[in-house]
């Protein structure tokens, strides 16, 4: 009797190792997909850009969020710039990103051409330094402006309150606001000097 019900069990033995091994199948095939969708979803930022740790809700047409920073041309306001008349060509950056130090010329082409008519202003928006490790301080915005050539004026921001405000994800972030004070153009990333003149013009006319 022994032997016979050994026997009669091995069906269900067998049943119980292939829907274990169907489980295992299945929970394997669940970790592939959600995998696949996590780097998905961090590599939406466009390879152009670096990405940034804050993304800030702010969208064209909004108005656009008033900040004051010392810059290495002296202090800037946005409100009262924009009083005076000036709309305002913002970068939020990070002094480690190579996208932003790749950006830098074409600023400075930008800066040159432009800089009589919109008020220019580049801000710190990463709490690490240039060497992507210990924290950002004035001293790593000061030799980014000597190392890559700046001409335009740049400020370390140690709250990260302008990232807050405007960062779009990725590094460096541009932004342009137009005299009424309203957000007229976003980009994140590497930006092509025609697609910035063109954004400008629309706002200096």
């Not at 996208?99 to 400075?108: A, N, S």
């Not at 990232?163 to 007229?184: C, E, H, W």
């Amino acid at each position: 009797m022994k032997a016979k019900r050994s026997i009669i069990a091995k069906p269900e033995v067998n049943r119980r190792a292939q829907r274990n091994r169907l489980i295992l199948f299945i929970t394997l095939g669940l970790i592939v997909v959600i995998a696949i969708a996590v780097v998905a979803f961090y590599s939406r930022v466009p390879k152009t850009a670096s990405v940034a740790p804050i993304q800030s809700t702010i969208k064209v047409g909004d108005v656009a969020p008033d900040f004051s920073v010392a810059t290495t041309q002296g202090p800037f306001n946005l409100k009262q710039t924009l009083a005076a008349g000036k709309p305002v060509f913002l970068e939020v950056f990070a002094t480690w990103c190579p996208h932003c130090q790749h950006e830098v010329t074409v600023i400075d082409n930008l800066y040159g051409k432009f800089n009589s008519r919109l008020a220019f202003v580049a801000v710190s928006g990463s709490p690490y330094g240039i060497d992507e490790s210990t924290p950002e301080s004035q001293a790593d915005v000061i030799r980014f402006q000597q190392d890559f050539d700046v001409k335009y004026p740049i400020a370390y921001d140690p709250a990260l309150d302008v990232a807050a405000k405007y960062l779009q994800g990725g590094y460096p972030t541009l932004v342009l606001i137009d005299k009424s004070g309203k957000v007229s153009y976003i980009a994140s990333g590497e930006t092509p000097q025609n697609n910035l003149t063109s954004a400008i013009d629309k706002v200096i006319k």
